[in-house]
């Protein structure tokens, strides 16, 4: 088995304070060789679906084994590509949401939903068209389109190296943080559950519906709840939607607000996917409630209330340049940030209600996109050719050149002789 896999696992189980015994229930197979990246994405797949399929048989009769399949992994984690609705494509990024050359780098805007497209085209002062947007970047620093475009409303982030993003301070208050949050806030008794598991869903995009999308499929009643102006995009509820009912209340209408505090009051689990601080005015804490908060940025630092999608993380942490360059920025094979957080903050949601079934308390969880990109990149096994690389002086000079991978214990550590010149040794045998 991948150590990486093994590793990934006992990391995220143990983040979860879930038992390590339950570890060994797991089964890993299938294709390999998937989600090809230079970051251990697929190791980050396998590990978030395995704690998110722990946390779930946790909670059943006789624990029964969990087994993780490679290919259903790697093809959930980009289930947005193979959605066909009447054959029809999905539609993934909007034109004006891509990569851009500023005058000193690059610049990755998001722009799917109207609302964002519009803050993006009035920050730069230009008509709806690749061609004004292209030449409008072109014309100014990536950092002032940053800021101007958040100004405004909408969303870009200026492309950064992995150092750039480490010095930044929201890169250092992301570093000094754990993976996830969960707490105990009070002694509050658990909600009375008579039937389902109740799951009010307040979040949007891919990371917090692909969490609830998981709890419906282990049977929960997810309820989700938009805005009745600004509903989610069809391809993006038909693809994470699934196993869900939806509504769209207004809760700046009385009447919508009264039908939602209802909702709340005999809810178990809330799951909210909105910039930290959004929904406050609205009072959403319950005694005995579950409640798991997802953001971007983490609800820390300087960052705290901005606006971010899995695409904009990459580029602002330096997953982008790791996966290409500086001069050709590149991404991750799937939105693993997005999707890796789904089914962790499933899992947080799982492990936080077993607690509570023995202990009571209300609970919050609290996770990030960004914190999830930093444990990609810090915490999995990596491949880095250089560590199985050595250098020897020969004949021909000093040759750098792959160690062997043929190893065992009291084995050779190398060759007995280093390179020689090609034809130059006599013909016979050392003595």
């Not at 960004?370 to 050595?390: S, V």
């Not at 050149?401 to 016979?428: F, L, N, Q």
Request: aromatic residues 6%.
């Amino acid at each position: 088995m991948n150590n990486g896999v093994r590793t990934g696992t006992e990391l995220l189980w143990s983040a979860l304070g879930g038992d390590p015994a339950l570890v060994d229930r797991v089964e890993y197979g299938g294709v390999s060789g998937l989600l090809p990246a230079r970051l251990p994405v697929m190791d980050l797949a396998r590990a978030a679906v395995a704690v998110c399929s722990l946390a779930a048989v946790e909670r059943l009769p006789g624990r029964p084994a969990v087994r993780v399949d490679d290919g259903a992994v790697a093809t959930a984690f980009v289930s947005e590509r193979h959605l066909r609705v009447d054959g029809r494509v999905p539609v993934n990024f909007a034109p004006l949401s891509r990569f851009w050359r500023a005058a000193d780098g690059w610049v990755r805007t998001h722009a799917n939903y109207p609302h964002h497209r519009a803050a993006l085209l009035a920050a730069l002062g230009v008509e709806e068209s690749v061609e004004a947007v292209a030449a409008a970047v072109a014309e100014r620093k990536a950092v002032d389109v940053e800021t101007a475009v958040y100004a405004a409303g909408g969303l870009a982030v200026a492309l950064r190296t992995p150092e750039e993003w480490a010095a930044s301070a929201q890169g250092r208050e992301v570093a000094s943080r754990p993976l996830l949050t969960r707490e105990r806030l009070d002694e509050a008794a658990p909600r009375r559950r008579t039937g389902r598991l109740r799951v009010l869903d307040l979040t949007r995009v891919i990371a917090g519906p692909v969490a609830t999308r998981t709890l419906a499929l282990l049977g929960a009643d997810v309820l989700r709840v938009d805005p009745p102006g600004n509903p989610e995009l069809p391809d993006q509820h038909a693809d994470t939607d699934v196993g869900k009912r939806t509504v769209a209340l207004d809760l700046d209408r009385a009447s919508d607000r009264r039908t939602f505090d209802e909702l709340l009051d005999s809810a178990d689990v809330l799951v909210t996917g909105y910039r930290p601080g959004a929904l406050d005015r609205f009072g959403l804490d319950r005694p005995g409630l579950v409640t798991a908060r997802l953001s971007a940025w983490g609800d820390y630092g300087p960052w705290a209330e901005r606006r971010g999608f899995d695409s904009l993380v990459q580029v602002a942490t330096g997953v982008a340049v790791t996966e290409g360059s500086t001069d050709d920025p590149g991404a991750l094979p799937a939105q693993a940030l997005d999707h890796g957080t789904g089914y962790l903050l499933a899992a947080a949601v799982l492990r936080s209600l077993t607690e509570q079934e023995r202990e009571g308390g209300s609970r919050l969880v609290r996770l990030a996109l960004a914190q999830t990109g930093h444990w990609l990149t810090h915490a999995l096994p990596r491949y880095e050719p250089a560590r199985h690389l050595t250098d020897t002086a020969s004949a021909l000079g000093l040759v750098r050149h792959a160690v062997s991978p043929v190893t065992y214990e009291g084995g050779p550590g190398g060759w007995a002789r280093p390179v020689g010149v090609a034809g130059g040794d006599v013909a016979g045998w050392e003595v």
